[in-house]
């Protein structure tokens, strides 16, 4: 057997379609879906180990958990820049997009200036993209300078406005991410939220309303001043 069938043997052995429906519930596309649970996910993909033609390879079968396990065993260093163009247009579930901008995207020198590009597209779940490497990269990045997190706040405020809910929750979620890394950067996250809370968009008030309330928190305020 092929690599890429022993990788989609392992995932269907693990998979439980009754899952499907609570997937949906949460606005997952469970079209071309096993039901494989992460944990099993990434048990497979541990096993598999790191193999960035056979990540592209089970790419192709367009299956959602054969995709997530492709960006857990993809080689960030040698991603294209065609082959995260590829990728990207291929989203078409909320979680799929996350997963590979988490597992994947964020450990890749090209992410800064796929951020820029995807931020300026129309398509929902390559818009949502960009703001999902944002958050990723505010979570793991530990050694990123805060001038590289304020350039993305502009961007932010731009997009604001956008209301279909696969890119508002990731702007929110960037937004979010950013004001959590440090004190110097909170504020400046708060003054973007407080700037867009006037804006006559009602997306852009829900995102500055929602990102406020946990900034401005006792529990992140504590954070910073401990």
């Known amino acids: 057997m092929a690599p890429v069938g022993k990788v989609l043997e392992k995932l269907r052995a693990k998979a439980d379609p009754s899952r499907l429906e609570g997937m949906a519930k949460f606005g997952m596309n469970t079209k071309n879906r096993l039901g494989v649970s992460m944990p099993d996910i990434r048990r497979v993909a541990k096993e ?26 993809a080689d960030p260093e040698k991603l294209t820049i065609r ?20 597992n994947l995207f964020r450990k890749s020198p090209l992410s800064a200036r796929k951020i820029m590009e995807w931020s300026r597209r129309e398509e929902e779940f390559v818009k949502r993209a960009a703001f999902a490497l944002i958050a990723c990269l505010a979570h793991y ?10 350039e993305y706040l502009p961007i932010i405020e731009r997009c604001a406005d956008d209301g279909r809910n696969f890119v508002k929750k990731a702007v929110n979620w960037a937004l979010r991410g950013i004001g959590k890394r440090n004190a110097a950067l909170n504020a400046a996250a708060i003054r973007t939220a407080e700037a867009m809370r006037t804006s006559g ?22 954070r910073f001043t401990a």
């Open 83 to 102: 082959e995260m163009e590829s990728w990207v247009g291929d989203f078409d579930s909320w979680d799929v997009c996350d997963q590979v901008c988490m």
């Open 48 to 73: 598999t180990g790191r193999d960035h033609t056979l990540a592209l390879e089970l790419w192709k079968t367009g299956i959602a958990e054969a995709r997530i396990a492709a960006s857990l065993i």
């Open 201 to 222: 968009s009602r997306s852009a008030r829900w995102i500055a309303a929602d990102a406020l309330r946990e900034l401005q928190s006792d529990g992140i305020q504590k």
């Open 141 to 150: 990045a530990e050694g990123a300078r805060d001038e590289e997190f304020l």
